[in-house]
């Protein structure tokens, strides 16, 4: 497997995103292009990677431009031809790489995968993916963000690709639910109601409406919303979990008591920090373009660039795309409805 | 003041709720009207409040029908015409209570508001508004759960009544924020970008697009959303809470290293859930019905209860819809677009 990295993007620099690379590279044995200012990129390596047999499984693929975090996706990628992230998507076009990977601007890097591989067959709308913790095995929810004026068709081909993407992380027939605002059938909004019967009657393991409460008890494997509302669910979840932690550990710091309980307990709240740590799930996948791309959290760490690596040679491994054009051809087509 | 509190509602049973009412009387001397089957209730306070002086300010008034937790409530509130909650309205209708309390059927309780007291002048759709604890002080959400299906008049409005609400709650100039998933103007949905230059327009203290995150940090009194995307935030929320609790607990008990130091940080812990609890913050008021109404959490305990009976009462001196009526008068209507 041979991953095309956009090493120029993301809050901390350069050198964690190759950080990241080489730990996934020793690790496992897979190819990385790291994609970027070339002089720059190589004084990185020379310092990081000194190893003659690390350096051969990574190489270098000039780009002379960057889109900024904050620049406007869309303009940016028609305008900056030669931008890292543009460049890593051209590799995958050409075959010259199995995957791309990045964290810089999030919009820019849908837009640049849709530009640059087109869009699945049949596939109306790309959409991104997202992984949440829970108290038994993690729930794929889609769309996190690209989708946020949706029809009933968009929802149904979530289902189906975030159901593909579920089993390539090892489940064996992922239980979808449909996000709203109460268990029994007819609960929600129009676009619920619309959604229900497309899932109902395709083959795909629908196991009906589920709730906000719902999203983190474990019992669904896919959780299926428009990019609105689950952008809003990612961002207040992450929210909540910083508020709560600083509001427990504003109480902690109260009581001299209270600290050395922290300090005995602090081996159970690293644990629980790393169970719910986005870090520990490689990244956001997009899904439904005609090849395999990952988008990072801006503030990945090389941890989890290594993560979104080794989970993107996953993905192209497991011929995610295959499977997911498989079951849009057994019943799940729904190509009568308004794209 | 004097409030009506469907005694019947709840999943604690109605000697929680006439406990509540007690205590709510004995700390302010405010009357209660405990609405439901008269033996039954008369039997909880000769047991809970033999002090003559307390029971003087409590007077029952029967009712023979209760709404179930499952029912459907439109039904149920048009077969039920006799139900508690039903006739705590009435009680406001006649002008014998200034607000009802409830914690049974939400939808029954929302629909028997509108029903008994009608929408304030005005008002396209009542909604339900709730309080979030955050970093600094409380936020106050609407809608969370009554209109799933909204246009941008009903959320200018949900704005302008949470506006009211939160200067009820001593906020001198409530800042509202309209969520959505970017901070940039313009970015959301379709109904967010109608929504935006309503809300710009107005007197209303307007600080632009919040995202999810934003929830928790405590820079905004009044956050505005459909209803759909509240409850789903509202229910995530609670979901994620017990959740984090619940993994965290899971690791803690893993050493007895944990365990002693979760003995000697207790007080923080629960002096963390003290402020995270809902209890504290008196049930989701009901708004833009004409009179003061009051949703309270099935599980509401006494305290839950008491803090809810406080809040109508408050709600009531306050005139909360004069206000509202105030504030759609000063260049706030826009009547002019499709209720």
Known sequence: MHIALDAMGGD?????LIAGALCAVKETGVRVSLVG??????SHIETLAPDSKTAKLINIVHSSQV?????NPVNAIRKKKDASVMVAFDLVRRGEADAAVSAGNSGATMAAGIRKLGRLGGIARPGIASIFPTLKRPVVMMDIGANVDCKSLHLFQFAVMATAFSRINGVENPRVGLLTIGEETGKGNSLIKETYPLLEKSSLNFVGNVEGRDVFQGNIDVIVCDGFVGNICLKVSEGLAEAAMQMLGDEIKKSWRAKIGYLLARHAFKAFKKRVDYAEYGGAPLLGIDGVGI???????????KNAILAAAQMAKGNINRDILDSLAVGNNVEHLEM
């Open 295 to 305: 988008i990072c959290h801006g503030k990945s760490t090389s941890h989890a660039i």
């Open 12 to 16: 901390h620099g350069s050198e964690e």
């Open 67 to 71: 889109v900024g975090m904050n620049e």
């Open 37 to 42: 200012e070339e002089s720059l990129l190589n």
